[in-house]
Structure formats: structure tokens, C-alpha cells
């Protein structure tokens, strides 16, 4: 009985000494802003803004759709208890672990709203790229709001015709802009509604040159993300990999030996590594993503 608890601390050991070892590798990265130079856009060449659109097909919003609540808590329950039951050959609990499922409306519901903040955000640029020229061409706010309607594509596209209602309706372009910022929340219409409302205040804000320097900015910011994901994109991949192997080797020796590693699942302090060790893994998977993540480095 001692040899196998022993073996089952050798392998809470060997996950928690992977964990720190991808922490490691994932510390050693080192980006250097100076290599990010301007490049000619070509929105037909955009593999990221092709991507964006069919992700925004295929994604719905489901918070309002019982239904489609319904079905992916069960499907999530579903595959979370054959893991489980994979790993630790328990059905009690698999029925446990199956509850984690019930988190999956909201993972799905954060990956569509991820993904509909990012195609935004790129169709952003080249309403901010239109804007711009007419602006430039002599042209006014009304004008300038008519040709990015008329060109960009959904979702953007009825937010910009709202905006263009608004002033012809008589509502001053400050508050358009304002409600605009409200309803499509980045940090580059916040901008646009604080330059729109200075010009109407008055002050000489140059439009067009604002609206190329969000553009600017946007491209910079997408290089930079770009950039950022290519030289983490291997510690990430690591950090799932060093993360799944434990279990994975957990459930070959469950399927071999499972005398020798039933302990694990039985006894009190075999239990207690092993709960230690996914807690100490599910931390460290999330660290490491925080500390991958683009935003921390903007």
C-alpha cells in the first residue's frame, strides 16, 4: 500500500514539476515593439477579416435562446463525464465533474462576443479608411457616414445607417456619435465620439485626421496581437500539452493497472493530491493564457 501511494505522489510530483517548468518557458519571451512596421492594407487579402466574417455566421447568440442553452449544457455535461470517467473510472464522480458542463452556455456566449469585437473592429478600419477620404474630398460628417454605410458590410453596417438616420432626423452629431460609441463598445469609437463632439463645440479638430490615425492605430494594434500570438503560440500549445499529460497517463495506468493506481481514488490522502494537482494544473493553464494574452502587452 505504501509503494502505491508513493507512486501516486510521483505522479501529483510530475504534474506540478511540468506546471512550473511551462511557466518557465512561457517567461522567457521577449517581443520587441521596434520590429512592427507599417504595411500596405489590402482588405481582399485579409485572412483574419475572411475568418472574422464565416466565424460571425456560424456564431449566434444564444443568451436568449433557451433551447440552445439547454443543448449545450447537456452536450457539455456529456462530454465532461466521459473524460471524467476516462480518468478516474468513477461514476459518481463523473456525474460530479459532468456539472462543469453547465459552464459552457457562458464559454460559448464569451467566444462569440469575442469574435464579434474583433470583426468590428476590422470593419472599423475601413469605415475610418472611407471616412477619412471623403472627409479630405471636402465633403462632410453625413457624406462621410453615407459611403462607409454603403460599403462596409454587417454587423457594422446597420450601426453606421443608424448613426446617418440620427442626423438627418435633427440629432446633433455629437450625440449620433455618442449613441454610436454606446452601442458598439471599443476603445477607438470612444475617440471618435470625443472628436466629433469637440468639433461640434467649436474647437479645430481636424476629422479626417483622426479618423486616420484610429486607423493607424487599429493596424498597429493588429500587428502588434499578430506578432504577440506567433511568438506565444508554442508556450500556449506547451502549457496544454504539459497540462493534459498527467491525466492522460493517469487513465493508461487506470486502464493497465488499475490496482496500482486505484489508491489515488480511495484513500483520503490519495484523493487530496489528486484534487491539489487539478486545482494547481487548471491555475496554471489559466496563468499561463493571462500571461500569453496580447492585452498584457498593449
Given at each position: 500500500?505504501?509503494?502505491?501511494?508513493?507512486?501516486?505522489?510521483?505522479?501529483?510530483?510530475?504534474?506540478?514539476?511540468?506546471?512550473?517548468?511551462?511557466?518557465g518557458?512561457?517567461?522567457?519571451?521577449?517581443?520587441?515593439?521596434?520590429?512592427?512596421?507599417?504595411?500596405?492594407?489590402d482588405?481582399?487579402?485579409?485572412?483574419?477579416?475572411?475568418?472574422?466574417?464565416?466565424?460571425?455566421?456560424?456564431?449566434?447568440?444564444?443568451?436568449?435562446?433557451?433551447?440552445?442553452?439547454?443543448?449545450?449544457?447537456?452536450?457539455?455535461?456529456?462530454?465532461?463525464?466521459?473524460?471524467?470517467?476516462?480518468?478516474?473510472?468513477?461514476?459518481?464522480?463523473?456525474?460530479t465533474?459532468?456539472l462543469?458542463?453547465?459552464?459552457?452556455?457562458?464559454?460559448?456566449?464569451?467566444?462569440?462576443?469575442?469574435?464579434?469585437?474583433?470583426l468590428?473592429?476590422?470593419?472599423?478600419e475601413?469605415?475610418?479608411?472611407?471616412?477619412?477620404?471623403?472627409l479630405?474630398s471636402?465633403?462632410?460628417?453625413?457624406?462621410?457616414?453615407?459611403?462607409?454605410?454603403?460599403?462596409?458590410?454587417?454587423p457594422?453596417k446597420?450601426?453606421?445607417?443608424?448613426?446617418?438616420?440620427?442626423?438627418?432626423?435633427?440629432?446633433?452629431?455629437?450625440?449620433?456619435?455618442?449613441?454610436?460609441?454606446e452601442?458598439?463598445?471599443?476603445?477607438?469609437?470612444?475617440?471618435?465620439?470625443?472628436?466629433?463632439?469637440?468639433?461640434?463645440?467649436?474647437?479645430?479638430?481636424?476629422l479626417?485626421?483622426v479618423?486616420?490615425?484610429?486607423?493607424?492605430?487599429?493596424?498597429?494594434?493588429?500587428?502588434?496581437?499578430?506578432?504577440?500570438?506567433?511568438?506565444?503560440?508554442?508556450?500556449?500549445?506547451?502549457?496544454?500539452?504539459?497540462?493534459?499529460?498527467?491525466?492522460?497517463t493517469?487513465?493508461?495506468?487506470?486502464?493497465?493497472?488499475?490496482e496500482?493506481?486505484?489508491?489515488?481514488?480511495?484513500?483520503?490522502?490519495?484523493?487530496?493530491?489528486?484534487?491539489?494537482?487539478?486545482?494547481?494544473?487548471?491555475?496554471?493553464?489559466f496563468?499561463i493564457?493571462?500571461?500569453?494574452?496580447?492585452?498584457?502587452?498593449?
Amino acid at each position: 500500500m505504501n509503494s502505491e501511494i508513493i507512486a501516486a505522489a510521483a505522479l501529483s510530483w510530475v504534474a506540478v514539476t511540468s506546471f512550473v517548468y511551462a511557466l518557465g518557458q512561457i517567461s522567457k519571451r521577449d517581443i520587441n515593439a521596434s520590429r512592427f512596421a507599417a504595411y500596405t492594407y489590402d482588405p481582399s487579402q485579409d485572412k483574419d477579416l475572411k475568418k472574422a466574417r464565416k466565424d460571425e455566421k456560424r456564431k449566434k447568440e444564444i443568451a436568449v435562446n433557451p433551447s440552445k442553452t439547454l443543448l449545450l449544457s447537456l452536450a457539455g455535461m456529456i462530454v465532461f463525464f466521459f473524460l471524467a470517467y476516462i480518468v478516474v473510472g468513477s461514476f459518481t464522480a463523473s456525474i460530479t465533474v459532468s456539472l462543469a458542463g453547465l459552464l459552457t452556455p457562458k464559454l460559448w456566449l464569451g467566444w462569440h462576443k469575442r469574435g464579434q469585437e474583433k470583426l468590428l473592429t476590422l470593419q472599423l478600419e475601413q469605415a475610418m479608411e472611407m471616412m477619412s477620404a471623403v472627409l479630405n474630398s471636402g465633403g462632410g460628417i453625413p457624406a462621410a457616414l453615407e459611403k462607409a454605410a454603403n460599403d462596409i458590410p454587417q454587423p457594422l453596417k446597420s450601426e453606421l445607417a443608424q448613426t446617418l438616420a440620427e442626423i438627418k432626423l435633427g440629432i446633433s452629431a455629437s450625440e449620433a456619435f455618442k449613441n454610436f460609441s454606446e452601442r458598439v463598445r471599443l476603445q477607438e469609437t470612444s475617440i471618435i465620439s470625443m472628436a466629433v463632439e469637440l468639433k461640434q463645440s467649436g474647437m479645430p479638430v481636424n476629422l479626417a485626421t483622426v479618423f486616420q490615425q484610429v486607423q493607424d492605430s487599429i493596424r498597429a494594434r493588429k500587428v502588434f496581437e499578430q506578432e504577440v500570438s506567433s511568438i506565444t503560440s508554442e508556450n500556449r500549445m506547451a502549457g496544454w500539452i504539459v497540462a493534459a499529460v498527467p491525466f492522460i497517463t493517469i487513465a493508461i495506468v487506470r486502464n493497465m493497472a488499475p490496482e496500482f493506481i486505484k489508491p489515488l481514488f480511495t484513500e483520503p490522502i490519495g484523493i487530496t493530491i489528486f484534487i491539489t494537482c487539478v486545482l494547481v494544473i487548471c491555475a496554471g493553464v489559466f496563468w499561463i493564457m493571462k500571461m500569453a494574452d496580447a492585452k498584457n502587452f498593449s
